[in-house]
């Protein structure tokens, strides 16, 4: 039977529709898609897409399933390797990773695997409501810091193996960068709920509004009978451009603005949190967080929003769905573009004037691309004579963020380094015994599977500990 050259397109809302709502953006798989797309697998005998996987989900046979009709069979073979199946259809940047190792992505386009794995979580989370059952417990306890996504996986690989794990987060929800970071219209939170509910099915205990430097140590977990910790606390200390104007009012970093939004639900109608709605909006930086700053804010009733990047969009390392998304929703890309100086309104005559000190424009320069250095990279460099001024009246800069250095402050021996990330060994283990790290407090931000896979990597090695102790 000949093989179908394009993979089955995700069903969307229309972007004008969309532009306007909290909606999630993607709808879903139908059965009959899912099993089209599944029949596209080529079931190779080498499984290369399996290695493209950080958490080692065994695609081939989860796809067999569902090739088969067996879409409770394609979960629970998912779920062998992933706590968190739901997310990561939706989040995961599978077009670097799996996909882009399939070997019918050689001359056709690679199977949905993404699409397929939402469409499995899905359907299970919609048709299965037997809980999962909790493991005979081992006796020995560990503590979990953050329930972002490495966290979760750690505490959800532990969990199945009988270990008593507690995690605390110090928000007042669980889910860390999956709630605070990533909108609702690209990952509902009623998704992260179900994940979590399922974990703590499995036995896991989540603690909310507990800063571990703060609230409680890490040297305290094990005064409290804890015998192993894992760091997974993300990387939520935001990085600014220092240029002149970034102390103005209107100026957030993209962590601030997402939270205040998704966390704080500033989008609702009848929202307590202050956020700026309207004008025009510059969303500084091409990540998938700018992208998703960027679209946020249109939502919210911003007139313009710019994408300010200094490099092209060849190098734009943003999602090429969520950039796609994000051009057919209206957003205006300035590229090879660099901000100076972010202006404000000043009015000397009279300082009790209430647009004193607001956002009222940037001050940028043009940007040329070098020749590639020895890595393949170009670097921007500034045209002389190339400033230029628009109006703006929010300014989100999103430029990258590093781990927060509370944890490293009050825990004895930690050792970090000069980016403020915890060194670990290639099994997670930091210098202090018992205490593992991963995800983005190790490597600074990253992907939401890359932490996946460093949460597994350290429950794997946190099991030997133990269970050798």
């Keep these: 039977m000949a093989v179908n050259p394009k993979k089955h397109e995700m069903p969307a809302q229309a972007p004008q529709k969309r532009k306007h709502n909290f909606s999630e953006v993607a709808l879903g798989y139908t059965k009959e898609m899912a099993i089209g797309e ?54 995961c940047p599978q077009e670097t990773q799996c996909e882009s190792k399939c070997t019918l992505g050689i001359k056709f386009e690679p199977v949905g695997i993404g699409y397929l794995e939402r469409f499995v979580a899905d359907w299970h989370n919609e048709n299965i409501k037997e809980k999962p059952k909790t493991p005979l417990s081992n006796g020995h306890k560990v503590a979990i810091v953050g329930s972002g996504p490495s966290g979760l996986t750690c505490a959800g690989d532990l969990a199945k193996e009988g270990f008593l794990v507690t995690v605390y987060e110090a928000f007042h929800t669980a889910g860390g960068v999956l709630v605070y970071g990533i909108p609702e219209f690209r990952l509902p939170k009623k998704i992260v709920s179900k994940e979590v509910e399922t974990l703590k099915d499995l036995g ?184 230029f001024c628009f109006d703006v009246d929010t300014v989100i800069m999103s430029i990258g963020t590093s781990p927060n250095p509370l944890i490293k402050d009050t825990t004895e021996g930690l050792m970090v380094n000069n980016r403020g990330g915890i060194i670990v060994n290639e099994d997670g283990l930091t210098s202090k015994e018992g205490v593992y790290a991963g995800g983005d407090a190790v490597t600074g931000a990253a992907t939401v599977i890359s932490a996946m ?17």
């Design 38 to 91: 599944a029949e596209r697998c080529l079931n190779c005998k080498n499984q290369p897409c399996v290695a493209g996987c950080p958490v080692n989900i065994n695609i081939p046979d989860f796809i067999g399933h569902i090739k088969d009709g067996d879409f409770e069979g394609a979960y629970q073979e998912i779920t062998k390797s992933s706590s968190l199946p739901a997310v990561c259809g939706r989040v």
């Design 204 to 387: 896991v205990k989540i603690e909310t509004n507990v800063v571990i430097g703060k609230t409680l140590t890490v040297d305290e977990l094990f005064d409290m009978g804890f015998e192993a910790v894992f760091i997974g606390s993300g990387a939520g200390l935001p990085a600014f451009m220092n240029i002149p104007g970034e102390s103005l009012k209107g100026v957030y970093s993209a962590n601030e603005f997402l939270t205040r939004s998704n966390l704080m639900k500033a989008y609702k109608g009848d929202s307590q949190t202050p956020i700026m709605k309207g004008g025009n909006v510059a969303v500084v930086g091409g990540g998938n967080v700018a992208m998703d700053a960027a679209r946020t804010a249109l939502r919210l009733g911003a007139e313009n929003v710019y994408i300010v990047y200094r490099r092209s969009m060849d190098e734009i390392p943003a999602r090429k769905e969520e950039v796609e998304h994000a051009k057919e929703e209206g957003v205006i890309f300035k590229l090879l573009t660099n901000p100076v100086e972010i202006l404000g309104y000043n009015n000397p005559d009279d300082p009790r004037d209430p647009k004193n000190g607001f956002v009222t424009g940037m001050k940028a320069v043009k940007m040329e691309l070098s020749e590639p250095d020895e890595n393949g990279r170009r670097k921007p460099v500034t045209i002389e004579g190339s400033e």
């Design 453 to 469: 896979g460093a949460g597994k990597t350290a429950a794997k090695a946190i099991k030997e500990y133990l269970m050798n102790k």
